[in-house]
């Protein structure tokens, strides 16, 4: 019998280790077996959630090319022929080198960019096809964004940052504004930090707080890029962990661009992207 074995075979009696290394420690664990025995669950949940998640579509490009520069003679093609759908509580990542087109991709099914030739369908619309007013009511209603940068307003409270889109949203009810942000604060673990202000906040805790503003109206997409850029390896996992509740919690799917294959490991599908081609999914 291994090591391993005798996990299985431990009393239940035995208290509950209070950190990894405690649990190391008690059972005699390997951490690089740990590892692995980490990454086998996180490969079962990730197959479970595609059978979960291969309904309903809700967001899809077809055949989409973009071009910077048109008809000049520094003409760039940013994307070309791609056709994506993201399903229902599906978490996505698009990696590949950079130049690929990756965050051109995210912002023209964000409605950020228009493509140059082809489709972007949200729901039963062609958001392509939308005048910039329209774009942006779509964005505010279907659209949550959370960025490498946090782009949190300094002279505001936690709280107050999360509420600003149901400010542009119209919502004049400082009891309902109250009420949506104090959830999402708890939903991020910053309950004791609502009055703090970014400054008194660490890196990682300033993108839990643009996770949970992105989250505030509801979105039906997560458009999330390069969200862990700026964070330690906890802390990322940590954001990624946040996106699976996200998922699960609200229905949201989430879209997400990175360079770490550890943090592109932990959604349901990786898309690559190189020239501005999807080579591989």
Same mark, same amino acid.
């Given at each position: 019998?291994?090591?391993?074995?005798?996990?299985?075979?431990?009393?239940?009696?035995?208290?509950?280790?209070?950190?990894?290394?405690?649990?190391?420690?008690?059972?005699?664990?390997?951490?690089? $077996?740990? %590892?692995?025995?980490?990454?086998?669950?996180?490969?079962?949940?990730? $197959?479970?959630?595609?059978?979960?998640?291969?309904?309903?579509?809700?967001?899809?490009?077809?055949?989409?090319? *973009?071009?910077?520069?048109?008809? *000049?003679?520094?003409?760039?093609? $940013?994307?070309?022929?791609?056709?994506?759908?993201?399903?229902?509580?599906?978490?996505?990542?698009?990696?590949?080198?950079?130049?690929?087109?990756?965050?051109?991709?995210?912002?023209?099914?964000?409605?950020? %960019?228009?493509?140059?030739?082809?489709?972007?369908?949200?729901?039963?619309?062609?958001?392509?096809?939308?005048?910039?007013?329209?774009?942006?009511?779509?964005?505010?209603?279907?659209?949550?964004?959370?960025?490498?940068?946090?782009?949190?307003?300094?002279?505001?409270?936690?709280? *107050?940052?999360?509420?600003?889109?149901?400010?542009?949203?119209?919502?004049?009810?400082?009891?309902?504004?109250?009420?949506?942000?104090?959830?999402?604060?708890?939903?991020?673990?910053?309950?004791?930090? *609502?009055?703090?202000?970014?400054?008194?906040?660490?890196?990682?805790?300033?993108?839990?707080?643009?996770?949970?503003? $992105?989250?505030?109206?509801?979105?039906?997409?997560?458009?999330?890029?390069?969200?862990?850029?700026?964070?330690?390896? %906890?802390?990322?996992?940590?954001?990624?962990?946040?996106?699976?509740?996200?998922?699960?919690?609200?229905?949201?799917?989430?879209?997400?661009?990175?360079?770490?294959?550890?943090?592109?490991?932990?959604?349901?599908?990786?898309?690559?992207?190189?020239?501005?081609?999807?080579?591989?999914?």
């Amino acid at each position: 019998m291994t090591k391993s074995d005798n996990v299985s075979t431990q009393s239940t009696n035995i208290a509950a280790p209070a950190t990894l290394d405690e649990f190391v420690l008690q059972h005699g664990i390997a951490p690089d $077996a740990l %590892e692995k025995l980490a990454k086998k669950l996180r490969t079962r949940s990730k $197959a479970q959630t595609k059978n979960c998640t291969s309904g309903e579509v809700i967001a899809s490009t077809r055949s989409v090319t *973009k071009l910077f520069n048109r008809n *000049k003679s520094n003409q760039v093609t $940013a994307l070309q022929d791609v056709s994506l759908d993201v399903h229902e509580k599906e978490i996505v990542a698009l990696v590949g080198p950079s130049g690929s087109g990756k965050s051109t991709l995210l912002n023209i099914m964000a409605g950020l %960019e228009q493509p140059t030739d082809g489709s972007v369908v949200f729901g039963d619309q062609d958001i392509a096809r939308l005048s910039d007013a329209q774009l942006s009511d779509f964005r505010a209603r279907s659209i949550g964004f959370v960025f490498q940068f946090f782009y949190l307003q300094p002279f505001l409270s936690l709280e *107050k940052n999360i509420q600003i889109p149901l400010m542009f949203a119209g919502v004049s009810s400082a009891q309902e504004r109250q009420s949506s942000s104090d959830e999402l604060i708890e939903l991020v673990g910053l309950s004791d930090r *609502k009055q703090h202000r970014p400054k008194e906040l660490s890196g990682g805790q300033m993108q839990r707080v643009a996770i949970a503003r $992105a989250l505030i109206n509801r979105p039906k997409l997560i458009i999330a890029d390069e969200p862990t850029g700026n964070l330690d390896s %906890e802390n990322a996992r940590i954001v990624m962990d946040l996106f699976d509740d996200i998922r699960s919690t609200y229905g949201s799917s989430v879209l997400v661009v990175t360079h770490d294959s550890n943090i592109a490991d932990m959604a349901d599908r990786v898309v690559h992207l190189s020239d501005g081609k999807i080579v591989e999914e």
